[in-house]
């Protein structure tokens, strides 16, 4: 894939485009997301949790959802302000102490210590291709199960909607359907 496919496929506007393009195909080799099927499950999925290559931080309200990050301790969040501190960041929304210890460690970075640096472009890139890598969402996607993808990304098949129109998207720009 090359920079002018990866914005038809994202549907992402020039600017955007330039901006993300240097990042993601650099991590995308470093996590061995290669094929055209991957690439295009994961700007789906990434553009979705990210809404649409915007956001490299959850947008804190902080809802109900939000308020219940702080004390989980299936996220790691154990010391007072934890919830708040260790948000959704990155392109696909790493969220939680354990998460941003494990992610900066797979990456050469203290998160812990810094986690705003998971907003920069170089570590929400690679951040969200380690989950990936992590998760191991390229076997869900070779096996072309997106529903089941998308429930191990967030949880639920929230978005799906959007997630689908994405993929089809990425799919078409990719001549796999």
Known sequence: MDKQLFKAAAGLPQPM??????HVSA?????????????????????HESGGFVFTRELWGPTPAQLRYEGRADLGNTQPGDGKRFMG?????ITGRANYRACGEALGYDLVSAPVALE???????????????????ALTDAGEFVRLTRRINGGTNGLADRQERWGRARRALSLQ
Do not use: M, N, Y
């Open 89 to 93: 960041r990155g392109l696909i929304q």
């Open 17 to 22: 485009a330039d901006r993300w393009w240097p």
């Open 27 to 47: 991590a995308w080799q470093e996590f061995d997301i290669l094929t055209a099927a991957r690439q295009a499950a994961w700007i789906a999925q990434v553009g």
């Open 120 to 138: 920069s472009d170089d570590l929400a890139a690679r951040s969200a291709c380690w989950f990936w890598h992590l998760k191991d969402l390229s």
